[in-house]
């Protein structure tokens, strides 16, 4: 006979940590499927119709119907955003001002999530409460104080006016400060121990660790400021600093309403983005799951 002392007990506690399924039958796998094949198939019809319409003429383009290829295939719209402005320079430029922001945001960022993880100075919490409040301040209230500083410091229509508002991302310092929080402060002793010095034990103890975080921060740092249309349209007037999107945005204008070209320029935007992903896919991915990105 069994009895209350001997029968086992259900661990709550476990199952709370077990992974949520809909079980290992056939059915369910189908369902699953299925379910992901449709999010899937909705997520890129936008992307395949921008497509489909960038390689129609005009006339095809602007034509009614469901059907977005309604006539013949044409690079015709492509040719004419590359022939009415500079888009190799406007690419580059995208390329040098994106790759400036990511790597000082995630050099930034790093830093003071170390300082306001580890740190011990006076006005840390109060330095933290205004770092989260700042994540509630919607950007577009920035941009009058951001552009007089430009002015003051005559940086208008310079590189830097564009790169330097972008670094600052209490977000990324919050997400990674919370990353930081969960490693063991014994591994840092033991380097201290060993005479290493403060930076030495965020470098070599601290950064390792974090590859998965900071992959991720990245990447999400180099899609906004490739992204980014308002900031770099208000502070730059000189065509050649202009970045892809507002450049692309430029020629579309000279145009008036035209939909193929408005689908090219799309398109064209959104290429290099598309490799980037391609080849850090599965780090992302990975890095969001592992690092809990996705609820920060």
Request: hydrophobic share 55%.
């Amino acid at each position: 006979m069994v009895t209350t002392a001997t029968r086992p007990r259900r661990r709550h506690h476990e199952d709370r940590g077990a992974p949520l399924t809909l079980g290992a039958g056939r059915l369910p796998r189908a369902l699953a499927g299925g379910a992901l094949t449709l999010f899937a198939a909705l997520w890129l019809l936008p992307f395949v119709w921008a497509v489909c319409t960038s390689l129609q003429s005009e006339q095809d383009a602007a034509a009614p119907g469901l059907n977005p290829l309604k006539g013949a295939l044409t690079l015709e719209a492509y040719r004419r955003i590359f022939e009415g402005g500079n888009v190799p320079l406007w690419a580059l430029n995208s390329v040098l001002i994106t790759g400036a922001v990511t790597v000082i945001t995630v050099v930034v960022s790093t830093l003071a999530a170390y300082g306001l993880s580890r740190g011990t100075f006076r006005g840390r919490r109060a330095l933290l409460a205004v770092t989260v409040a700042a994540i509630l301040v919607p950007p577009q209230l920035l941009i009058v104080p951001l552009f007089q500083q430009m002015l003051a410091f005559d940086l208008v229509d310079t590189y830097w006016a564009v790169i330097l508002p972008q670094t600052v991302a209490p977000m990324m310092v919050f997400v990674l400060k919370r990353f930081f929080d969960a490693i063991p402060r014994e591994l840092e002793e033991a380097a201290r121990l060993d005479g290493a010095s403060e930076l030495q034990v965020f470098r070599s103890v601290v950064l390792p660790l974090s590859r998965p975080i900071v992959a991720a921060v990245s990447v999400f740092v180099l899609i906004g400021a490739w992204n980014n249309f308002l900031w770099p349209y208000i502070v730059t007037n000189d065509p050649d600093l202009m970045t892809l999107p507002v450049g692309l945005a430029t020629v579309k204008d000279t145009f008036g309403l035209v939909y193929a070209q408005s689908m090219a320029s799309a398109v064209v935007a959104a290429a290099p983005l598309i490799v980037v992903f391609l080849f850090f896919q599965r780090r992302v991915v990975r890095s969001v799951a592992t690092t809990g990105l996705g609820g920060a």
